[in-house]
């Protein structure tokens, strides 16, 4: 049962343009959500963050943007830079389980940014 | 600062022996969580830690796994008569606190074959 969905195995961006990485959800206990990125050979490290009670959150190049009604949310990075190379992970915890680090992960997407 | 420091970064094993892995959280950090990731798969939580007690095992395998975080050494992830099905990356996250956004800093992992 695949609670947290990236249905997109990889995505190939022209640098300087726009990446989308989207992610969907089926459990509506769900209240926070993260992306994470990762390197080959290494560890997730952790790229933004998103309330539920927020539908937008900021940081510099990268964008979250969530839909609760739609239990989507998406990563927006612009402009995409070849750094940006790295598999994205999106994940969800839920406050009400009591282990709020129990963060359940998408399968990732491979973002390759092209010169 | 030093990071999430895992060992053995990888790690081969025969069927049937025992894998130990090992992880030192990041100074300061007294919350430890191992996720396992299976080939084209997302990260999967296993176990969450603090010294001396666990606290959530629910993603645990029945048999042959179990973990400690004791008072005094890293936390260690022990899997018994390994099978070929074992064959992962193990990641190890540490956080200062029971965290409730699950911002966790994930170390580099330790990748385990099993022949």
């Known amino acids: 049962d695949q609670q947290v969905k990236q249905n997109s195995p990889s995505l190939s961006v022209q640098e300087g343009r726009i990446s989308i990485l989207n992610c969907d959800y089926t459990n509506s206990m769900f209240d926070y959500f993260l992306w994470y990125k990762k390197y080959p050979a290494e560890g997730p490290t952790f790229l933004i963050s998103i309330s539920s009670i927020k539908d937008k959150n900021e940081d510099g190049r990268f964008t979250v943007f969530l839909n609760k009604s739609a239990k989507h949310l998406s990563l927006h990075i612009v402009p995409s830079q070849p750094g940006d190379s790295a598999v994205y992970f999106c994940?969800?915890?839920?406050?009400?389980?009591?282990?709020?680090?129990?963060?359940?992960f998408g399968t990732g997407t491979r973002l390759q940014v092209t010169l | 600062n030093a990071g999430v420091m895992q060992n053995p970064r990888h790690l081969v094993r025969r069927r049937g022996q025992e894998a130990r892995l090992r992880c030192s959280p990041m100074k300061g950090h007294s919350h430890v969580y191992w996720y396992r990731q299976l080939p084209e798969e997302g990260l999967k939580f296993m176990v969450y830690?603090?010294?001396?007690?666990?606290?959530?095992e629910s993603g645990m395998p029945k048999e042959r796994f179990s973990a400690e975080f004791p008072k005094e050494g890293p936390s260690i992830l022990r899997i018994q008569q390994v099978v070929r099905g074992d064959s992962a990356a193990y990641f190890c996250?540490?956080?200062?606190?029971?965290?409730?956004?699950?911002?966790?800093?994930f170390g580099e992992g330790s990748r385990l074959t099993v022949l």
């Open positions: 996250a540490s956080s200062p606190l029971r965290v409730n956004t699950g911002e966790l800093f």
């Open positions: 830690l603090q010294k001396e007690n666990i606290i959530d």
């Open positions: 994940a969800a915890s839920a406050h009400d389980t009591g282990t709020a680090s129990k963060l359940t």
